[in-house]
């Protein structure tokens, strides 16, 4: 039997009939036992090291092929900037790479670009992923709505759906079951 907990989803935990044993649990075994569980955007970021890649191999390889005599040569500290525009541009790309969201028993660690929020289980009142949502967005007990830019439908809606399905479940389990 199950019973509905305060973020409107069923919970099973100690008192509640969880496969009709009456054990706690709402998180399946197989999840409880790989934490700490890591969700990040694979494709987001194997697109963006690539494109921070060829962005500083060019800007390196055309820094080295400007004319260094002639007519209108380039100075070498100019030279030296161009490549490094290259790198400031993959750092700023790498920082979209970021983003990633850790489950532990401990509570969730959600790294978006700028910020880390540390949160425990019990915080997290609904995790949602609605249709045009890009990532997840979680609404915590102070009324406020924390992004989770690590779970995004752009690696797949199948696999953002099995995502959101198993941070639930580890929600369920450790806010209210355990």
């Known amino acids: 039997m199950e019973s509905m907990a305060p973020n409107g989803f069923p919970t099973r935990g100690p008192g509640a009939a969880a496969g009709g044993d009456g054990a706690g649990g709402g998180a399946p075994a197989s999840t409880a036992s790989k934490l700490p ?79 880390t929020h ?25 009324g406020t709505t924390l992004s989770v830019m690590g779970i995004q439908p752009a690696d797949g809606l199948d696999a953002a759906r099995a995502a959101v399905a198993e941070l639930r479940a580890l929600v369920d389990y450790y806010s209210y079951g355990a």
Not at 93 to 113: D, F, H, I, Q, T
Not at 118 to 126: F, G, P, S
């Open 37 to 115: 569980v890591t969700w990040r955007p694979h494709r987001t970021r194997a697109i963006i090291h690539a494109v921070a890649a060829v962005l500083v191999v060019s800007m390196t390889a055309i820094a080295a092929l400007l004319p260094s005599d002639g007519g209108q040569p380039w100075p070498l500290p100019d030279r030296i900037a161009f490549a490094g525009i290259g790198f400031a541009g993959a750092i700023v790309l790498l920082v979209l790479a970021r983003p990633k969201a850790v489950g532990s028993a401990e509570g969730l660690k959600v790294v978006n670009m700028l910020r």
């Open 118 to 142: 540390r949160l425990e289980w019990a915080q997290i009142v609904a995790v949602n992923l609605r249709s045009g949502d890009p990532w997840v967005l979680l609404d915590l007990d102070d």
